[in-house]
């Protein structure tokens, strides 16, 4: 089983940067593709950002030219890093498999963007 530590979060003002890591333990890392999710409050959680094995990226329309994701495979890490932050994009952030079966959600990392 996978276990996945988000860190790097906090507060930041509008228009700051934030990079955030996704740890995996367990060898199945580099064989999966890897996404970043976040959960405002009071709202669903959303997938951001996914990469393939290969590389293969997509975001969603929200942050598509602000978000990077990259992926480490030798570290078991993934990142993502967050341009021009919006009060928008507060949230807890989150990394996964970009479908069903999930493994065991981490605890995630918060983003507070705010003047």
């Known amino acids: 089983q996978v276990q996945l530590v988000e860190s790097g979060g906090g507060l930041v003002q509008p228009g700051g940067s934030l990079r955030l890591s996704c740890a995996a333990s367990?060898?199945?890392?580099?064989?999966?593709?890897m996404a970043w999710y976040r959960q405002a409050p009071g709202k669903q959680r959303e997938l951001v950002a996914s990469?393939?094995?290969?590389?293969?990226?997509n975001y969603v329309d929200s942050v598509k030219g602000r978000f990077i994701i990259s992926r480490d495979n030798a570290r078991n890490t993934v990142y993502l890093q967050m341009n021009s932050l919006e009060p928008e994009d507060t949230a807890v952030y989150y990394c996964?498999?970009?479908?069903?079966?999930?493994?065991?959600w981490g605890q995630g990392t918060q983003v507070t963007v705010s003047s």
């Open positions: 990469i393939t094995t290969g590389g293969t990226t």
């Open positions: 367990g060898r199945l890392f580099s064989i999966n593709h």
């Open positions: 996964n498999v970009p479908s069903y079966p999930y493994y065991d």
